[in-house]
Protein backbone atom coordinates (compact mmCIF):
# COMPACT_ATOMS: atom_id res chain seq x y z
CA UNK A 1 0.00 0.00 0.00
CA UNK A 2 1.42 3.75 -1.12
CA UNK A 3 2.61 5.66 2.10
CA UNK A 4 1.12 8.69 0.89
CA UNK A 5 -2.26 6.82 1.50
CA UNK A 6 -1.62 6.37 5.20
CA UNK A 7 -0.99 10.40 5.86
CA UNK A 8 -5.00 10.90 4.64
CA UNK A 9 -5.69 11.99 8.53
CA UNK A 10 -2.44 12.94 9.54
CA UNK A 11 -3.61 16.26 10.95
CA UNK A 12 -7.04 15.45 12.08
CA UNK A 13 -8.11 13.27 15.40
CA UNK A 14 -5.34 11.48 17.00
CA UNK A 15 -7.60 8.28 18.13
CA UNK A 16 -8.07 7.23 14.27
CA UNK A 17 -5.31 5.08 13.11
CA UNK A 18 -4.69 5.21 9.30
CA UNK A 19 -3.05 2.28 8.72
CA UNK A 20 -6.13 0.42 10.54
CA UNK A 21 -7.93 2.16 8.47
CA UNK A 22 -6.63 1.78 4.84
CA UNK A 23 -6.65 -2.27 6.24
CA UNK A 24 -11.11 -1.42 7.06
CA UNK A 25 -11.15 0.07 3.20
CA UNK A 26 -9.52 -2.74 1.81
CA UNK A 27 -11.04 -5.55 3.82
CA UNK A 28 -7.62 -6.28 6.20
CA UNK A 29 -9.45 -6.07 9.52
CA UNK A 30 -11.14 -8.38 11.21
CA UNK A 31 -12.42 -8.79 14.78
CA UNK A 32 -12.12 -6.63 17.47
CA UNK A 33 -10.61 -4.12 15.72
CA UNK A 34 -12.89 -4.65 12.79
CA UNK A 35 -15.92 -3.54 15.92
CA UNK A 36 -13.92 -1.00 17.06
CA UNK A 37 -13.88 1.41 14.26
CA UNK A 38 -17.08 0.40 13.20
CA UNK A 39 -18.39 1.70 17.01
CA UNK A 40 -15.90 4.85 16.30
CA UNK A 41 -17.67 5.35 13.03
CA UNK A 42 -21.21 4.86 14.73
CA UNK A 43 -20.01 7.85 17.41
CA UNK A 44 -17.98 9.85 14.96
CA UNK A 45 -20.45 11.68 11.78
CA UNK A 46 -16.78 13.45 10.03
CA UNK A 47 -14.99 9.35 9.98
CA UNK A 48 -18.01 8.04 8.66
CA UNK A 49 -19.03 10.11 6.17
CA UNK A 50 -15.07 10.52 4.95
CA UNK A 51 -15.35 6.29 5.07
CA UNK A 52 -17.74 6.28 3.09
CA UNK A 53 -16.56 8.74 0.84
CA UNK A 54 -13.11 6.64 0.30
CA UNK A 55 -15.23 3.53 -0.31
CA UNK A 56 -17.13 4.93 -3.28
CA UNK A 57 -13.72 5.20 -5.33
CA UNK A 58 -13.67 2.70 -7.55
CA UNK A 59 -9.90 3.36 -8.52
CA UNK A 60 -7.43 3.52 -5.67
CA UNK A 61 -4.65 5.10 -7.64
CA UNK A 62 -6.99 8.25 -7.56
CA UNK A 63 -6.98 8.68 -3.77
CA UNK A 64 -3.40 9.40 -4.06
CA UNK A 65 -4.15 12.16 -6.87
CA UNK A 66 -7.27 13.47 -4.93
CA UNK A 67 -5.06 13.87 -1.67
CA UNK A 68 -2.18 15.90 -4.00
CA UNK A 69 -5.17 18.36 -4.97
CA UNK A 70 -6.41 18.78 -1.67
CA UNK A 71 -2.89 19.61 -0.20
CA UNK A 72 -2.07 21.69 -3.62
CA UNK A 73 -5.67 23.85 -2.52
CA UNK A 74 -5.08 23.91 1.11
CA UNK A 75 -1.50 25.20 0.58
CA UNK A 76 -2.67 27.99 -1.97
CA UNK A 77 -5.41 28.72 0.27
CA UNK A 78 -3.09 29.11 3.17
CA UNK A 79 -0.72 31.54 1.47
CA UNK A 80 -3.40 34.10 0.14
CA UNK A 81 -4.88 34.14 3.47
CA UNK A 82 -1.14 34.53 4.88
CA UNK A 83 -0.39 37.76 2.32
CA UNK A 84 -3.73 39.27 3.05
CA UNK A 85 -2.40 39.26 6.79
CA UNK A 86 1.11 40.56 6.02
CA UNK A 87 -0.55 43.48 3.56
CA UNK A 88 -2.91 44.80 6.21
CA UNK A 89 -0.42 44.38 9.02
CA UNK A 90 0.80 48.07 9.59
CA UNK A 91 4.81 47.60 8.15
CA UNK A 92 7.41 48.36 10.84
CA UNK A 93 8.57 51.70 9.57
CA UNK A 94 10.50 53.97 12.60
CA UNK A 95 9.11 56.92 10.66
CA UNK A 96 5.37 56.12 11.38
CA UNK A 97 6.61 55.99 15.05
CA UNK A 98 8.41 59.48 14.97
CA UNK A 99 5.45 60.89 13.33
CA UNK A 100 2.81 59.96 15.87
CA UNK A 101 5.23 60.75 18.55
CA UNK A 102 6.14 64.13 17.23
CA UNK A 103 2.06 65.22 16.57
CA UNK A 104 1.44 63.94 20.49
CA UNK A 105 4.06 66.04 21.56
CA UNK A 106 3.03 69.31 19.76
CA UNK A 107 -0.81 68.54 21.17
CA UNK A 108 0.86 68.92 24.72
CA UNK A 109 2.84 71.65 24.25
CA UNK A 110 -0.28 73.27 22.29
CA UNK A 111 -2.18 72.14 25.24
CA UNK A 112 -0.01 73.83 28.27
CA UNK A 113 0.52 76.76 25.53
CA UNK A 114 -3.40 77.51 25.46
CA UNK A 115 -3.61 76.92 29.20
CA UNK A 116 -1.20 79.35 30.11
CA UNK A 117 -2.82 82.03 27.52
CA UNK A 118 -6.09 81.74 28.62
CA UNK A 119 -5.30 82.31 32.61
Not at 22 to 44: C, F, P, Q, V
Not at 54 to 63: F, P, T, V
Not at 85 to 105: F, M, N, Q, T
Request: charged share 30%; aromatic share 8%.
Amino acid sequence: MNKDWLNILSNSNKDIDNQQLMDYLSGKLSGEALHELERSMADNAFLNDAVEGLQQLKNKKDMETYVEQLNAAMLKNLDKKKNRRLRRRLKDDPWIYLAIVLVLGFCIVAYFLITRLIK
